[in-house]
C-alpha cells in the first residue's frame, strides 16, 4: 500500500510537471492581459467542489461513458481506464495541476530578460540558455510545485475510492477507514499518520535547504 | 513581448487551448448533465429544467448549503482577525523567534488534509469525552466544524499579511505615535490601511479553503450537521443527484459573472484614472 501510494503520486507529480513547465514557459512569455486571464482561467474550476469535478470524470471514462463513445467515433475502440491505477492518476493530475502551474509560471515570471540577452549575446543558443539559465533560475518554482502535488497526492483517499473503484488502497484511504470506515482501529490509523507526517516534515525540510537560499537573495 | 514570432504564438495558444479543455471537460459535462431528463449520467435523455425546481425543494441540500456559506463567512471573519492580530506579534519578534514561528505556521499549510482532519477529530472527541464525564451533553457538530474551519484558516491569513507588514515603513507609525496617536489609532489609521490589500486577500483565500474544504469537514462535522462537500460524497457512494450538478452549475455561472462584474469595474476605474 506504502509502494502503490508513493508510485501514483510520483506518476501524478511527474506527469503535472510535465505538462506544467512547457505551459508555465510559453504563458510566463505572453502579454500581461493574457497572462492574467489565464490566471483567471486556472482558478475558476477550484471554485467548483473537486468532488464533483472527480465524478464528473466518472461519466467521463466510464466504459460506456463519453470518452469511449468519442473513441468509437473515431473509429479507435474503446479503452477501459475506469477503476485502474490510470484513471487514479488522472484524477490526481486534474485535481493537483495548478499547484504545479502556479509556482513554475510565477518564477518564470519573475525571470530577469536581461539575463536571456546576456547568455544569447555571450554565444549561447536558444537550448543552451534554458538549460544553463532559464531552467536553474526556475528551480525554487518547481520544488514548491513538486512538493504541493506530491504531498495530496500521496494523501488523498477520495480520488482513489471514485475513479479507482475501491481497488487501489492508497495511504489515505487507510487512514480513513480506520477512522471512519469499516477497519475502525484509530491506534493503527494514527500510527499510519505519524509515519505520513514524518515524511511530510522531511520533505518540507529539503524544501526549505533548497528554497531559503534562493529567495531570501532575491528578497534583498 | 509583443513582437513574438507568429509559430510561437500558435504553439502558444494551441498548449493553453489544450489546456483548457483538460480543465473545463469535466465542467461542461456536469453542467450538461444538469439539463437531462434522466438520472443516468452518460446517456442523454432529452433537455429539463425538473433539476432545478426539485434543488430548491430539497431541504437536506439547502441546509448543508446554509452550513457550507455561513461556516466558510464566519471562519473566514474570525480567522482573518486572529490570524492579522497574530501578524502583528509576529512581526515585532526577534528574527529568530520569527522564524521559528513561521515554521510552525507552515506546517499545517503543506500537512496533508486528512492528517489535519483526523488529529482535529481526535482532540474534539477528546473533549466531548471529558464534558461528557462533567455531564454535559454534547457531540461534534456545528461547534467542531466552525473551530477546525477558523484554525486551519490561520496560517493562509498570517502568510498573506506577514509580506505587507514587512513593505511597511515602521518610521510612519512612530511618527504618528510621536504626534500625538494612541496606540489604537496608530493601528487604526497607519497600519491598517497598508496592509489592508494582503487582509483582503487572506480573506478570500481563507473563505475559498472553506467553501472548497472536503476531506476537514468529513472529519469533524459528526453525524448531525453536513456540508455541501460531505452531502456530495455521501451521494457519489450510492448514485449522485443530478440536483447536485444544478447547484454547481448555478455556483459555477455565479462565480464567472462575479469575475466578469469585477473586470468590468477595474477597466472602468482604469478609465477613469486616464481622464484625470
Redesign the interface.
Known sequence: MFAASFRLAFYATAICLLISYPIAYVVSRETPQVQSVFMVLLMVPMWINFLLRTYAWMSILENNGLLNKLLVLLGIGKVSIINTEAAVALGMVYNYLPFMLLPILTVLQKLDRSLLEASSDLGANGVRTFLRVVFPLSLPGVLSGVTMVFVPSVSTFVISKLLGGGKTLLLGDLIEMQFLGNAYNPYIGSAVSIVMMLIVLVCMFVMNKFGDGGEETSMF | ??T?KPR?RV??FA??GL??I??????F??AA?SFNNSKS???WTGFTLKWYGELFRDRAILEALVVTLSVAIIASLAATIIGTAAALGIHRMRKKTRDVVM?VN??PV??????TG??F??LFVAITTFLRTLGADISLGYWSLLLAHITFNIPYIILSVMPKLRQMNKHTLEAALDLGATPFQGFRKVILPEIMPGVVSGMMIAF?MS??D??IS??TSGSSVQT??VA??AM?RKR?NPE??AL?TI??VS??LL?VIINVIQAKDKNKEKKF
Not at chain 2, 22 to 27: G, K, R, S, T
Not at chain 2, 110 to 115: A, E, F, H, K, T
Request: charged share 5%; proline share 4%.
Open positions: 513581448m509583443s513574438q510561437f504553439f502558444s498548449l493553453q489546456l483548457y483538460f480543465l473545463y471537460a469535466p465542467i459535462v456536469m448533465f449520467r452518460s446517456v515554521t507552515n506546517i503543506v500537512n496533508p488534509d486528512i492528517l483526523v488529529s477529530m481526535l475559498t467553501i472548497d472536503f476531506v468529513y472529519f455541501l462537500s456530495v460524497y457519489t449522485i447536485i450538478n454547481s455556483m459555477f462565480v464567472m469575475l
